[in-house]
């Protein structure tokens, strides 16, 4: 009798660990410290704020979370953005597909978190805790974290435990280049699966990339969840093209997923897939000045960008270190010695390179 009550009290107990605890609400949205797509009602948009940790002063930080969940089952796909306090436009594409995805068409479950790192966004900076700490630590280096480390693990490990992880079939990590810089439309990704999704994206460029440790992306691919990272232009800003052309391309992905009815758009014969990157520097501090825009196809040795000495003088003209095309610009004129000007990708054909050098 009492195996029995402790066996009934085992299988109460199990699924409580894993389902969905809401805590409270604020202004009549709930605040959730774990969530399980799986018990909430199917054919609808829910909204939470998700508590990752608390401030110094006490204040939690709440993280938003939008969850479409469809009428029909299906995969669940988690889309995260912001986790680099500068980088908004990925912010904007989650905001449109929460308010545009009908949870009556749709198959399976989007994870929508627009907004993974609110002190970052306050501060608009790229780090967690921009200003407080001394080492300000990227949140995009920290997962899967650990729940009762350092404020950033702990951070990271409520997100990767309780938001991310339990809640994603494949996912897609929208970023934008950081502050004095400019990306095209760029992916990231890492095994033939996750570059079939990147495909699908239509970005301007992929790039093969074995990735950082301890990435949103990179961890959940290490954990068997195919991921890819979706770079989306400049910081700081609502860019609208870039925005549009991300909502589409991932509406496109949850085609081919089966997510939405309709036809998948094939990749654009334009794509330009690299799996090399490589920075061309200038050797002197001073105004650079490019002499090429972002996306320009180069040749090695062409001159990429100028740059002139405080009264104006030229002091040195920056060349293209590869054959490839340029993914990256500094668009802050002002060039430390050995700052970056530009970064090229290029396509190697050295087969260990096939997922990236
Ligand atoms: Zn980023």
């Given at each position: 009798m009492r195996g029995l009550i402790l066996a009934s009290a085992l299988l109460l107990a199990a699924p409580a660990l894993a389902a969905t605890e809401t805590i409270g609400s604020l202004d009549a949205t709930p605040i959730i410290d774990r969530l399980d797509t799986a018990d909430l009602p199917a054919g609808q948009t829910q909204r939470f704020w998700f508590r990752a940790g608390a401030s110094p002063v006490g204040q939690p930080w709440l993280v938003p979370v939008v969850v479409v969940k469809g009428a029909a089952a299906g995969p669940r796909l988690l889309l995260t953005a912001g986790?680099?306090?500068?980088?908004?436009n990925g912010i904007a594409v989650l905001h449109r597909l929460a308010a545009t995805v009908d949870p009556a068409r749709l198959a399976g479950t989007l994870v929508l978190v627009p907004g993974l790192n609110p002190p970052g966004l306050m501060q608009s900076?790229?780090?967690?805790?921009p200003d407080w700490?001394?080492?300000?630590?990227n949140l995009n280096r920290e997962m899967p974290g650990k729940e009762g480390g350092s404020a950033v693990a702990d951070f990271a490990g409520r997100l990767w435990n309780r938001l991310l992880r339990p809640n994603a079939d494949a996912a897609v990590d929208l970023h934008t280049q950081s502050r004095g810089t400019a990306y095209m439309m760029y992916v990231f990704a890492s095994s033939p699966r996750t570059r079939r999704m990147a495909e699908l994206v239509a970005p301007d460029i992929i790039k093969m990339d074995k990735g950082d440790k301890g990435t949103v992306e990179n961890t959940l691919a290490d954990d068997g969840v195919p991921a890819i990272t979706l770079e989306l232009g400049r910081p700081e800003m609502f860019d609208d093209v870039m925005i549009a052309r991300g909502e589409s391309g991932l509406l496109n992905l949850m085609r081919e997923m089966k997510m939405l009815p309709g036809k998948v758009t094939p990749p654009p014969a334009s794509l330009f897939v690299a799996n090399d990157i490589v920075p061309a520097r200038a050797s002197k501090p001073g105004w650079a000045r490019l002499l090429l825009p972002l996306g320009a196809a180069v040749k090695k040795d062409q001159p990429l960008a100028e740059i002139r000495d405080a009264f104006g003088r030229l002091v040195e003209t920056v060349i293209s270190p590869?054959?490839?095309?340029?993914?990256?610009?500094?668009?802050?004129?002002?060039?430390?010695?050995?700052?970056?000007?530009a970064r090229i990708v290029w396509w190697s054909a050295d087969p260990a390179c096939a997922n990236g050098c």
């Open positions: 986790i680099h306090g500068d980088e908004l900076a790229r780090q967690f805790t700490g001394r080492s300000a630590p590869a054959d490839g095309r340029i993914n990256m610009i500094a668009t802050d004129p002002r060039t430390d010695q050995g700052g970056s000007v």
